[in-house]
């Protein structure tokens, strides 16, 4: 039986994959990006107590109204964008959920969407699972700056949106005011929605700053922005995450979300809704701080060993050069590495459709210092 034709080319994400490869040698997992250090102070509680308090059931469509109401607070005060919680926020199966509810509800099959390359692989997925076109825009390092005359030329009438990720998975990007800007112009001049993952929005390093698309306001009125908390609050697992954007979008984003996922799990929303009023700013001073020390030491082991880092301003992912390692593309090289190490990333080539990252490794070092500290230790035998 023939199964779904928009799904035939999806494959099973390298990041599950290498996943799997070392958890059959017992390996240290620095390809998925699993966040394993402690939960803030209160959360588990406070979703702990919803439970007992009978918050178990469906919530409104567009989350709890605890939870929209922190949502607002937190984007006026953090990412200075005006956002009311009853017309502009969805609460969301995570922010994967919130970008495949967006493309579902704002776009029709054959529509086509810039995607900057290297990419995030569930972006790329979500565009072809809906049978859009991702048009992809390559970056180059080190810097990976935004070449704009690329992107002049890769826009072409049926071109509704562009996505963009700052912090950025896998490179560590932060786009910079100036790119931004230059990106809104580009985008009122073709007249292109903007959908921007803000997921590692609290990691950025070296006094970097993170700054919302949604906050610029010749473009707040096109702009969907996306985040979450599974990377702020070590709780990829329990799928809390969101959308803001005009009202004209935001109830057809609602409908979607609600077709396809019903709600995000409502203890969860209630406990999380907690944290984000109670937190104070330390919280997200130390998440930063931490984060610095850990992309750090972990740069040095790669250097030592021979792989060279695109050292990242922020999220908590760094790309090497493996090009020293046997291996005639990256998921061999990867595979070597793991074997030779017991140190899994993903293979560069997962971050790309039309060629490129055959010499890069992607890692993820948001881990313990005692499993950061093996890692490093254990990339020492390449030496």
Not at 193 to 216: A, K, R
Not at 372 to 380: G, T, V, Y
Request: charged content about 25%; hydrophobic content about 35%.
């Amino acid at each position: 039986m023939e199964t779904n034709r928009r799904l035939k080319n999806l494959e099973r994400s390298e990041i599950r994959i290498m996943s799997v490869e070392c958890e059959k040698v017992n390996g240290i997992n620095m390809a998925q990006g699993i966040c394993d250090l402690k939960l803030p102070p209160g959360l588990a509680r406070g979703a702990k107590a919803a439970i007992d308090g009978g918050v178990n059931q469906y919530t409104r469509f567009d989350g709890l109204s605890s939870l929209r109401r922190a949502i607002s607070e937190k984007l006026s005060k953090f990412n200075r964008i005006s956002a009311d919680p009853e017309k502009n926020i969805v609460v969301t199966c995570g922010s994967t959920g919130a970008l495949y509810s967006a493309c579902l509800a704002l776009f029709n099959p054959g529509d086509e969407v810039l995607l900057f390359e290297p990419f995030y692989g569930y972006h790329e997925y979500t565009l072809l699972a809906l049978d859009l076109t991702p048009v992809y825009v390559r970056l180059s390092p080190p810097g990976w700056r935004v070449d704009f005359d690329l992107l002049e030329k890769k826009v072409s009438g049926k071109t509704r949106a562009i996505i963009i990720n700052t912090p950025a998975n896998p490179t560590g990007k932060v786009l910079s005011r100036e790119e931004l800007q230059m990106i809104a112009d580009f985008c009122v001049r073709h007249d292109l929605l903007i959908l921007t993952d803000e997921i590692y929005e609290y990691i950025v390093y070296d006094g970097g700053e993170h700054i919302s698309p949604g906050s610029m306001p010749e473009i707040k009125d096109r702009v969907v922005t996306i985040s979450g908390f599974s990377k702020t609050f070590s709780i990829t697992g329990w799928r809390i995450g969101y959308s803001a954007s005009d009202e004209r979008f935001c109830t057809r984003i609602g409908c979607a979300s609600d077709l396809v996922y019903v709600c995000a799990p409502a203890p969860l929303q209630e406990g999380v809704a907690e944290t984000v009023f109670s937190l104070p700013d330390e919280y997200y001073g130390e998440l930063k701080r931490s984060f610095e020390a850990k992309r750090d030491k972990f740069c040095e082991a790669l250097c030592k060993a021979g792989l060279t880092p695109y050292v990242p301003e922020g999220a908590y992912y760094v790309l090497a050069d493996c090009e020293n390692l046997p291996g005639s593309d990256s998921k061999e090289k990867a595979m070597y590495l793991l074997g030779k190490t017991g140190v899994a990333g993903v293979p560069g080539g997962a971050f790309y459709r039309e060629g490129g990252g055959e010499s890069l490794i992607r890692f993820c070092y948001a881990k313990s210092d005692a499993a950061l500290n093996e890692a490093c230790e254990r990339l020492l035998i390449l030496k």
